[in-house]
Structure formats: C-alpha cells, structure tokens
C-alpha cells in the first residue's frame, strides 16, 4: 500500500510538469492560428467589400477567441468593425486593446475616431469629451500624430475652447508644416482669434495641400446661392464666372475698408471646422449639415430624434394589383418603408431651423424630401435687415458684421447726396464716443453697382463741433459718378476693436431740372458755418433734439431759373409732421397742438445754385418721433422739389 502511495505521488508531481509543454504548444498553436487569421482578415478588408468586411469581422473574433490577451487581435477587430458600421462593439474591443497594451498606438487613433464618429451622429457633449480625452492621451504617447492635436484643436473649439484649440492648432502646425489638415485648422482658428491676415495666408497653404475635391469644396459658392442662381452661374463662361464669383464675394464682404474679405474667411472657417469635424478614416464627410454650418453658422441647438419626428418613412409609394378579365383589380397602395433617424438643428436668432435625416441609418444627413418647396433653412426676412448680420445675394447665407472676438465700437454715419462742378457728390460722415486723447482712424470706400472701387479715404478723427469732449467725428467728401453705390464707413482704435456702418445710396444724374439736396441736420446757429462764401457743415449724427434750440438745417438747391432782370424767385416751404407708430406723417387735419410746424416763405437768388440753412422752432413741440420735409418752387418756371429727413424730440 505504502508502494503505490508513493507511485501514485510521483505521478500526481510529474503530470503537471508532462502537461506544461503540450498546453504550451496548444497555445503557440492558437496563437499560430490567430496571427494567420489576423493576416488573411487584413488581406480581405483591402477589398472594401461588404463581405470582406464580414469575413475579416468573423476572422478577427476567432483570433480574438484564440489568443484573447493579444491586444493586435482586438485593434484589427476594432478597425474591421468600424469599417462595417458597429461602433458600439468596435469601441469595446478597442478599449481592451488599449488596456492589453496602453502603447499601442493604431487602437488609441481609431479608439479617437471612433468616439468622433459618435458625436457626429449624436452631437451630445460626453462624446466630444471622450474624443479630446482619446486624442490628448495619443499626442501624450505619440509627439508626432499631427492628426490627433487636429482633431483636439477642433474638439476644443467645437466645446468653445477657442483659445486652447488655436494653441492645439499652431502646435499641430509645428510638428506637421506641410499638413494640409493642420493648415487648415490652423488657419480658421486663426480667424477666429482675430488674426484674418493670417487666416488668408494660411488657407492659400492649406487649400494647396488638400485633396483636390476637397478644395474644389471651399471654392463653391452653390451651398450660398439659390438652385436658380447656381445653375445660372454654371452655364456662364470660365471669364463670366470668374467675375460673376468676384462680385459674389465683395457684395458678401462685410467690410470693405479692410484688405481682407471677412466674408470670404467665416465661410472658409466654417467650412474648415464642419469638414475636419467630419473627417473620419481618411473619409472627408459631407452632408447636409457642412453646408447648413456654412451658410447659417453653428446652431443653437440640436434635437436628436425628436419625440414628434417618426423613425419610418415610406419613399417609394407603388399601387398594387392585377388584371383579371380585362379589368384591373386594385389592392391598395404600398411601398418601401426606409428607416431614418431625424435631428433638428434650429436657429432661433435667425428665425428658422432645418430638418436633416440620416436615411439608412448611415450617418450621412441628407435634407427630407420635397416635390415642390426647397427644403433648405432660409433666415427670416426680419433677420436679414439685422443691422449686426451681412446676408449673401440671395438671403441664403449670413455673416456677422464684425470678425469674431473683435470688441465693436458704436458708430453713427450720415451720407448725403450734394451736386459739385463735376457732377453727383457724396458726403459721408462718421461719429463715435471718445475723448480728445483718443486716438481713433476712420476709413471710407465706395463701391459702384459691378462692386468696383469707386472712392476710397482714411483720415484721423478730430473733435466733434456738437460735442467735442464726448465725440469724435470724420467727414469724407466723394465725387461718384450716377447709380447704386455701397458706402462703407468704419472706425477703429489702437487696441484693435472697430465700428462698421453700411449703406446703399441710389445717385440721380443731374439734369436741366429744379432739384434739392439731402437735408442735413447740423449742430450751432447758421451764422457760425459760413465763411468767405464757404460752407463748413457739422451734422448732428444723433438726429435728436433734446432742448428748446431750434433745428438747423442745410440744404442746397440746383438750377433756380431767373428772370428778365437775373434774379431767381423761389419759395421754400419746410413742415414738421409727427409720425404715427407705423412711422407715417399725419394729416393736416389730424395735427393737433404740439404736433407740428408749417412755414412757408418766399425768396430771392442771384445764382442758380442756392445755399440754404434753416431754423425750424420746436419748442412747442410734444416728445415723439417727427418728419420734415423741405419744398422748394421755382417760381419762375412754376417747378418743384421736395427732400425729406426724420429726428425724434426728446
């Protein structure tokens, strides 16, 4: 018994040690096994075919099986799946590669893509935060992955870390200088912390580098324009449509003043952001919502799946029936039913929002249909005469006035029509706070109707006569030729921030026939702004009468007639109406005490041309906004011209 104890120990300490090489060599032959499975799936995903993909997915889970702790396997299987689609269980098995191996650099970069692609099928904030965690701890570990600082960069600004994703940016640029996705975040962050010279130099680099259809993306124009206008603009020749793009961007451009298109960089930034958000495998995206974010801005909101929004629609309505004896019988209506998932990103500043549906449940947003009305969010009309936005040609697109980050300085502008010796004059008038210490500049630029320059000028601003310890003031005087001019006046200080007032102003060419000025409220008595035959004007750019002065008004009219003895009879009628809340005059009937004012007073003139100021009481004048309107007959040829303004008493 004692024999056959001790053989029986001596077996029991020897077959661990006889099993050891037999599981030793089942494992390298698993492993063996998993490497060629490994092998052979990568081999099929070089098809990128739907069933290259299921094999590869089916080949790497039984790698996956074999050798469980082989963080390889789990990287490949993370790739494969996302590849087919299934984030979900793509993100799990990239996560345990990551743990098997924390160096393992081709997981962290898809485990980061994959949290990407989450959030632009979601939009919810924990996924941009996982996707700045992925790429910060692959930069950590890998200096030289430009992509992933591009895609912190983005992330950091989509989170509204402007500051921190340009820093995320320029260092992306450091290590990558000839990267075309780190130009290009480089180049609208730059923008958007205030730096446009260098956004325009940037994106040249960055548009250079790119793929040619991604470049061919930031050079059109079609997401901003009307169907009609596009296909228009298509059919014109390689010349016409350059120039045709060249009035496009300076009737966008929110301040001419400038040397760079501000119009041109938000559209390029915005398209910068919304495609390198999107840019996933080596895919650059493009979906409804990159062209929505380029022409209206982000939104500010999204709504995933919206309760009042089916998941269902049926696309592809068919009748069903059959002949029978000639006649059709009809079975009722039928059709495909497509799943979808529906998000709404809405625009409350902007008067509108815009349905988008991921149709196959793709991720690729697509507008729904429409047989007869244009789908596509359009601003309200209330938002385009938003003084602060610059709409497009067309109303498709909006631009903020002033560049991003910019502090905005309050301006006030008048711009009046006079007649010199060489024909039409405009006189342009510029106004902010400031103190006689201050050091402020103003520049001004006319644009004819085929936006060319016309007359451009910049001055320092001096003390303003209406108050010249509180405001600033300067004045540009333009000779322009007749038709539709755009005016821009613009002001800016040393520490960078600036005030921008846009106008349109029609021309008329003169003519043989009796015609007046723009009236123009100024500031003083008459007797304090002429000398030595000149006029010296100082308008009152607040067109708002505070005290019991009278209102002093110049004008000048053109082409009086004169009589045998050459001298021009004239008279001049000039009347304060108070405007309704529709802003319009009432009735002579109507005015009652305090309402208005009516004189009327005859004169003479020994030239043609008349230079005219007159004091207008108000004192009896009730608080409201008022109109006054100036006649002038000739009465020698019996003609008439009328100009009008508005001031509000206080």
């Not at 494992?27 to 739907?50: C, I, N, P, Q, Y």
Request: charged share 25%; net charge negative.
């Amino acid at each position: 018994m004692i024999r056959v104890a001790v053989v029986a120990c001596l077996l029991a300490l020897a077959l661990p040690a006889m099993e050891r090489p037999a599981r030793a060599a089942a494992e390298d032959g698993a492993a063996r096994t998993a490497d060629s499975l490994h092998t052979h799936a990568l081999d099929v995903l070089k098809d990128d075919s739907v069933d290259g993909r299921r094999i590869a997915v089916r080949d790497l889970e039984r790698a996956t099986e074999l050798a469980p702790a082989d963080a390889r396997h789990h990287a490949a299987l993370g790739l494969a799946l996302i590849h087919s689609g299934y984030d979900h269980r793509a993100r799990t098995e990239l996560l345990a590669a990551v743990r098997l191996d924390p160096g393992n650099l081709e997981a962290r970069r898809a485990l980061m893509l994959c949290w990407k692609r989450e959030w632009y099928s979601v939009q919810e904030k924990w996924a941009l935060d996982s996707t700045l965690a992925a790429a910060r701890q692959l930069v950590a570990r890998d200096s030289s992955a430009c992509d992933a600082e591009v895609v912190a960069a983005v992330t950091l600004y989509e989170l509204g870390h402007v500051r921190d994703g340009a820093a995320a940016a320029e260092a992306a640029l450091a290590r990558c200088p000839e990267d075309g996705e780190a130009l290009l975040a480089a180049a609208y962050l730059a923008y958007r912390t205030g730096e446009a010279s260098r956004a325009e130099q940037l994106f040249a680099m960055a548009l250079d580098r790119l793929p040619g259809d991604v470049a061919a993306r930031f050079e059109d124009t079609r997401p901003l324009m009307s169907d009609a206008d596009a296909d228009a603009l298509d059919r014109l020749p390689a010349a016409q449509h350059r120039e045709r793009l060249r009035r496009f961007w300076s009737a966008s451009d929110p301040d001419p003043t400038t040397d760079v298109n501000e119009g041109l960089l938000e559209y390029w930034s915005r398209m910068a952001h919304a495609t390198l958000l999107l840019h996933d495998l080596d895919r650059w995206r493009w979906d409804e919502r990159t062209a929505l974010y380029a022409r209206l801005g982000a939104p500010d909101a999204v709504r995933f799946e919206p309760p009042e929004a089916p998941l269902w629609e049926v696309r592809k309505r068919t009748r069903q029936g059959g002949w029978l004896n000639g006649v059709w019988v009809d079975l009722g209506g039928g059709g495909l039913s497509t799943p979808y998932i529906p998000m709404v990103l809405e625009y409350p500043r902007l008067g509108t929002y815009q349905v988008v549906q991921d149709v196959g449940l793709r991720r690729d947003f697509r507008l729904p249909d429409a047989r007869y009305d244009d789908p596509r969010a359009q601003p309200s009309p209330a938002t385009l005469q938003d003084a602060a936005l610059v709409s497009t040609p067309g109303g498709r697109a909006v631009f903020p006035l002033l560049p991003p980050g910019m502090r905005s300085l309050p301006v006030a502008a008048s711009i009046a029509t006079f007649q010199g010796a060489g024909g039409p004059r405009l006189l342009a008038q510029v106004e902010t706070p400031g103190q006689p210490s201050d050091s402020l500049w103003a520049d001004a630029v006319v644009l004819d109707s085929s936006e060319t320059l016309v007359a451009h000028g910049s001055v320092a601003l001096s003390p303003s006569a209406c108050d010249p310890a509180e405001r600033r003031v300067a004045q540009f005087a333009f000779d322009v030729p007749p038709g539709v001019h755009r005016v821009a006046l613009s002001v800016h200080d040393a520490h960078g921030a600036r005030g921008l007032v846009r106008a349109l102003r029609h021309v008329e060419p003169t003519s043989g026939a009796l015609s007046v000025s723009d009236l123009v409220l100024t500031c003083g008595a008459p007797g304090d702004m002429g000398a030595n035959g000149t006029v010296r004007l100082n308008p009152d750019l607040t067109a708002i009468s505070r005290g019991d002065d009278p209102l002093v008004v110049y004008f000048e009219v053109y082409r009086l007639t004169a009589d045998r003895d050459g001298l021009a009879h004239f008279e001049y009628r000039y009347r304060v109406r108070r405007l309704d809340a529709r802003g319009r005059p009432g009735s002579d009937a109507e005015r009652g005490p305090g309402s208005g004012v009516d004189v009327r007073r005859e004169d003479v003139s020994a030239a043609s041309l008349r230079r005219q100021f007159v004091s207008v009481p108000i004192h009896d004048l009730l608080p409201g906004r008022y109109e006054l309107d100036v006649s002038i007959r000739d009465l020698v040829r019996g003609t008439d011209a009328v100009a009008r303004l508005t001031f509000t008493r206080e």
